[in-house]
């Protein structure tokens, strides 16, 4: 086995791993570095100090679990619900939903980490109303199609994490066409 990767992204990832099963307080230098089997040396190669690393991952978790879709032009032209499910599928297959209750958790208590979710939930939201308007709907309808779309993708691998993947599947994409058929 060789040495650990010694890479910012690396410890980012672990530091997301911590906030997801321990929440922010576990989420420490010397706890980080012990995991990796580095000295806490190598963390400081990477960051500043623990403050410098909790802005990173707040950075790391809008880019790479958010920005990954809301800002892809793949999303933005063509036929807007075949967008919405590519987008909804890439979302549950890359797991970018993995640590939305940690981020939402740490946003409840810091100030900083509240700004950060704040601003990913408005940029899903005009993404996902943008693709409902690009549809045809309008107004309440619009805006009620985004909210159930945005709880839904939020929270639901939370609450069915034991079902298979492929009914995961299956229930997204009728709650896909549910959500994005127009009523004649």
Same mark, same amino acid.
């Given at each position: ?6 890479? $910012? /992204?690396?410890?980012?990832?672990? +530091?997301? @791993?911590?906030?997801?099963? /321990? ?6 230098? /010397? ?18 100090? !623990? ?19 809301? @800002? ?40 900083? +980490? ?8 408005? $940029?899903?939201?005009?993404?996902? !109303?943008?693709?409902?308007? !690009? ?5 309440? @309808? +619009? /805006? ?41």
């Amino acid at each position: 086995m060789g040495k650990p990767s010694l890479d $910012r /992204e690396a410890w980012l990832i672990r +530091a997301l @791993e911590v906030l997801l099963h /321990e929440g922010v307080q576990g989420v420490r230098v /010397e706890r980080l570095a012990r995991d990796r089997g580095v000295t806490k040396g190598s963390f400081y190669w990477h960051f500043q100090d !623990r403050e410098d690393l909790l802005k990173a991952i707040l950075d790391y978790w809008s880019d790479r679990y958010n920005a990954v879709i809301t @800002e892809d032009p793949e999303f933005q032209q063509g036929d807007a619900a075949a967008a919405l499910l590519s987008a909804m599928k890439r979302v549950r297959e890359e797991g970018l939903d993995k640590y939305e209750l940690a981020m939402r958790a740490w946003a409840a208590h810091d100030a900083a +980490a509240a700004r950060v979710v704040r601003k990913a939930y408005a $940029r899903r939201k005009h993404f996902i !109303r943008s693709c409902f308007e !690009r549809i045809g709907f309008r107004g309440t @309808e +619009a /805006e009620i199609r985004t909210r159930l779309m945005l709880c839904y993708m939020s929270w639901e691998p939370s609450m069915y994490a034991q079902e298979s993947k492929s009914k995961r599947l299956q229930f997204l994409e009728l709650q896909h066409a549910l959500l994005t058929q127009l009523n004649d």
